[in-house]
């Protein structure tokens, strides 16, 4: 199971961090991610981390969303700066594509 939270409302230039927490396997043993979604549209990867560490982003979001995870509190996070109307959607944590939390809005007004 995967709960995500930290999402709310937030002015454009403003920062958010969401929160994943992860019950069952750790996740450092798995590629885990971000996604959002707005209604009508496909859902769109944001933010990736390998089991390795190693992070990837979509261009969209490059140099202004940091990717994380802490293994201890099986916990994934995802730091977002300088936030853009357009940034605007639901956005999920997901575990190695299988799994999906329910998703936490997240709305730059």
């Known amino acids: 199971q995967l709960v995500e939270s930290g999402g709310g409302l937030v002015q454009p230039g403003g920062s958010l961090r969401l929160s994943c927490v992860a019950s069952?396997?750790?996740?450092?043993?798995?590629?885990m991610g971000w996604f959002r979604q707005i209604p009508d549209k496909e859902r769109e990867g944001v933010a990736g981390i390998e089991s390795d560490g190693r992070p990837s982003y979509a261009d969209s979001v490059k140099g202004r969303f940091t990717i994380s995870r802490d293994n201890a509190k099986n916990t994934l996070y995802l730091q977002m700066n300088s936030l853009k109307p357009e940034d605007t959607a639901v956005y999920y944590c997901m575990r190695a594509l299988v799994d999906w939390g329910q998703g936490t809005q997240v709305t730059v007004s």
């Open positions: 069952g396997d750790t996740i450092g043993r798995y590629c």
